[in-house]
């Protein structure tokens, strides 16, 4: 008995040796090392797939470009998409998420990033109480004319976006104008507040009124009900989702500021919607 027991432990030893040198684990996945990459290769890969990847969220989607300064945040790095650097950092994200570690952002990789960046956005969708919010003043807002009523936002959301913005307008690289108090002047668009606390009544009355309205304004169970989600002025139309308006969007400095910084004061990011922004606490 002890001899067939020793016996099947050597079988046992052998094909776990047989397994690891083949570059092969247990569990089927090749054990992939940073240099049985090619990155040059996966970076020509990139380049083309940043434009030409097909795949679907909310609509059609060609290529994921419009990601791109999320992805570098993500990963870490600032390394442009064509280059072998972009691909070793997709790389390191890949073997983190144990998933087919080739520095290339296919489908599995693209995938693997919008679970991350939904997972850490506000929820549950809880309706904010009225003790809950204030009127913030209509300075802070991107249109000066916006109803009264459109005006509230919940009160530690608001106390950590003036710390953000405090913070923009101290990082002289975006030459954010202002006032002689310090705050955003009348006359500067970027990063003043477009839209804040939308109660469900609201919503519905949009539904009503503009059937053809945007996904936004439609939402059946919205962010925007918890008075904690900001939707800010980052350049182009203020929040219209076609790709050519995104495109303009994704590279304003306000925008790549706040991918790099808003984090810090507690906001994350809705990445199909380069305005939206959500403060979890």
Known sequence: MKNKSHLLYISFCLLLFVFFQNGTT??????????TVDFKKAAEKN??????????????QKGWYLYVPLIQYTINTEAKVDSPEFAKAVFEWQKQKQITSDGIISHKTLESFISYWQSRRLKPIVLANENQLLTADISNFYDPTRNVELLKVEKETFKA???????????????????????????????????TYRSPAYQAGLRKKEPNATRAQIAFKSPHFTGR?????????????KDFNRA??????????????????????????????EYVN
Do not use: C
Not at 47 to 57: A, C, E, G, R, V
Not at 229 to 241: C, K
């Open 26 to 35: 247990i569990s089927g996945q090749r054990n992939i090392n940073s240099q």
């Open 47 to 60: 380049k083309d797939l940043q434009n030409s990847l097909n795949w679907t969220f909310s609509k059609k």
């Open 161 to 195: 976006y003036k710390k953000m913005i405090a913070a923009a307008i101290a990082d002289k690289s975006l030459s954010l104008k202002t006032d002689k108090a310090g705050n955003l002047s009348d006359e500067e668009q970027f990063l003043k507040m477009i839209s």
């Open 229 to 241: 989600a900001l939707d800010i002025y980052v350049g182009g139309e203020p929040v219209t989702t």
């Open 248 to 277: 303009i969007q994704i590279k304003t400095p306000v925008y790549k500021w706040l991918v790099k910084n808003a984090e810090k004061f507690g906001f994350y990011p809705y990445f199909y919607e380069p305005w939206h922004w």
